[in-house]
Nanobody, 121 residues
């Protein structure tokens, strides 16, 4: 069974940095676009950044110039480098992936369980 597992969250002071990882497990036939989303307290889940299988990236305005999304296709792992963090970046960060497992003839969107990022002022 395919799973996505985020790691790297934690507590950091404003201006600091964190690097999130999203590791996949299970037998994956094809891993397409991946993305990071976040859910701030009291708000809906929102896009942070996405990256295609070929490495084309897209960022929400909130993270442009501060966040960098990347992936290691050999490891089926995605990363989010977050610099110059602000208190308003406090949220649960989720990764997702558009993928097709070997066990299924169709592709689907998979989500991780989330990792908490807290930025103190």
């Amino acid at each position: 069974q395919v799973q996505l597992v985020e790691s790297g969250g934690g507590l950091v002071q404003a201006g600091g940095s964190l690097r999130l990882s999203c590791a996949t497990s299970g037998s994956i036939f094809r891993l397409n676009a991946m993305g990071w989303y976040r859910q701030c307290p009291g708000k809906q889940r929102e896009l942070v950044a996405t990256i295609t299988g070929g490495g084309i990236t897209n960022y929400a305005d909130s993270g442009k110039g501060r966040f960098t999304i990347s992936r290691d296709n050999a490891k089926n792992t995605m990363y989010l480098q977050m610099n110059s963090l602000k208190p308003e970046d406090t949220a649960v960060y989720y990764c997702n992936a558009d993928l097709q497992p070997f066990s299924s003839p169709v592709r689907a969107i998979y989500w991780g369980q989330g990792t908490q990022v807290t930025v103190s002022s």
